[in-house]
C-alpha cells in the first residue's frame, strides 16, 4: 500500500497547484499498488473543496483513485502522542506517519519534512 499525505491529494484535485503535475505522475505510477490516507488526512484535504461547495466531486475524485480511507484505531491518542513527541512533526502529519507505520507502507508526500521523518522510523517513501 502506499499511503498519500494531503500535498499529493490536494495537488492532484487542484491543477494550478505547484505539485499538480507531480501528483498525477506519481499516482499514475502507482501501478496496481493499493492507496490509502488516513481519516484526518482525507478531512484536511475536503476542506477547500467543501468551502467551494465541491466536496462531492473531490470524494468522487478520491473513489476514482481507490483512495481506501484508513479509520483513527484504538489506542491511537497514545501512539499519535509518542509520534508527536519523538519527531516534533505536526499532528496531521504524525497521522500519515501513523497510517503508514500501521499499514506497513510506502508514504507519498510531497513535505521534505515528513519524507525525513518517515525514514527515520523505517518506512519506505516517494517520491
Request: glycine residues 6%; hydrophobic residues 50%.
Amino acid at each position: 500500500m502506499i499511503v498519500l499525505d494531503a500535498s499529493v491529494l490536494i495537488a492532484h484535485l487542484d491543477s494550478a497547484d505547484a505539485h499538480h503535475e507531480n501528483a498525477q505522475s506519481l499516482l499514475e505510477k502507482s501501478g496496481g499498488e493499493a492507496l490509502g490516507a488516513s481519516a484526518i488526512t482525507l478531512a484536511e484535504t475536503f476542506v477547500s473543496p467543501a468551502r467551494a461547495g465541491r466536496l462531492s466531486e473531490a470524494e468522487t475524485a478520491m473513489q476514482r483513485l481507490g483512495v481506501e480511507e484508513i479509520p483513527v484505531g484504538t489506542a491511537t491518542a497514545r501512539r499519535l502522542a509518542i509520534l508527536r513527541a519523538e519527531t516534533r512533526m505536526k499532528m496531521p502529519d504524525c497521522c500519515v506517519l501513523l497510517a503508514a507505520l500501521e499499514q506497513e507502507a510506502i508514504l507519498a508526500s510531497f513535505d521534505t519534512s515528513l519524507l525525513a521523518a518517515a525514514r527515520e522510523l523505517g518506512l519506505k517513501t516517494a517520491p
